[in-house]
């Protein structure tokens, strides 16, 4: 997915109307659906978890709504987020080799079909990755974020289509 996709997308979010109806993650509803996200490095699920998501008004939802940060932490090889643009950060990620790699997921924005999840991974004190990730409420969807490493989502009970994108 590249950046200017994203980019459009944040900023079609910005001007969207506020009484439209929006996904929400970690919010109170009668019909909440679960969704779950999974991360996986090569083809092994390290994380997993879900949250209830509800379909609201943009403008019944409170700012303090949007503040849960998901955080766990994984061993892998910072190689994997070598992207061959950077040659002084790809240099600096081979040198930490094995790490104790801490991921972090957030509601980054949100859409009339799907959540913005915010995703980034950090070792040694260094952003390794930040990016994002399209929860979409009617799609499993999943989506490479560096070498072998995945991020999944999808509703708990829901009949979805498979979506890849990597």
Request: hydrophobic share 40%; charged share 20%; proline share 2%.
């Amino acid at each position: 997915m590249n950046l200017y996709f994203i980019i459009a997308s944040i900023i079609i979010m910005e001007i969207q109307p506020s009484d439209e109806i929006v996904w929400h993650w970690f919010s109170q509803c009668p019909k909440a659906d679960t969704m779950c996200v999974e991360i996986l490095l090569q083809n092994k699920i390290i994380y997993k978890t879900s949250f209830p998501v509800c379909a609201k008004y943009r403008n019944n939802i409170k700012s303090n709504e949007s503040t849960k940060v998901l955080k766990y932490y994984f061993k892998a090889d910072c190689n994997i987020f070598k992207t061959g643009e950077d040659a002084y950060l790809d240099s600096l990620f081979r040198s930490f080799g094995i790490q104790r790699i801490e991921g972090n997921i957030w509601e980054a924005g949100k859409d009339t079909n799907e959540i913005l999840l915010g995703i980034s991974f950090i070792a040694k004190n260094q952003i390794l990755l930040n990016s994002i990730h399209f929860a979409m409420h009617d799609y499993i969807y999943t989506s490479e974020q560096a070498k072998g490493l995945f991020v999944k989502t999808y509703l708990l009970h829901k009949k979805q289509k498979e979506w890849i994108d990597n």
